[in-house]
Nanobody
């Protein structure tokens, strides 16, 4: 059974860094796509980053490139999202997701790529 539990979200100031963690049980990273999505109040859930087959392919949405980094730790069964230079517009609930290993650059950016979701962790960036 797959379980995803996020942690690490909190209130920070603009320009700060934060690392989100996702404890993933029942998932083999080499056989999965692990993604991070976020949802701000009143907005739809949006793709942030994905790691296919344990980092074989990495994808980012344009507005986080150079600021956010997704990584996986096989030994600890953890997925991380390192977020630097945070902006108020990064405020959202961030969720970890797991899905099949194979997907196109387009499909890994959509929710339909993923079968399992965590409950989310709140990140608030003050100006």
């Amino acid at each position: 059974q797959v379980q995803l539990v996020e942690s690490g979200g909190r209130l920070v100031q603009a320009g700060d860094s934060l690392r989100l963690s996702c404890a993933a049980s029942g998932v083999t990273f080499s056989s999965a796509t692990m993604g991070w999505f976020r949802q701000a109040p009143g907005k739809e859930r949006e793709f942030v980053a994905a790691s296919q087959r344990n980092g074989e392919m990495i994808h980012y949405v344009d507005f986080v490139k150079g600021r956010f980094t997704i990584s996986t730790d096989n030994a600890k069964n953890m997925v991380y999202l390192q977020m630097n230079s945070l902006r108020p517009e990064d405020t959202a609930v961030y969720s970890c997701a797991a899905g099949p290993a194979w997907g196109t650059t387009a499909t890994v950016r959509t929710t339909r790529q993923y079968n399992y979701w965590g409950q989310g962790t709140q990140v608030t960036v003050s100006s």
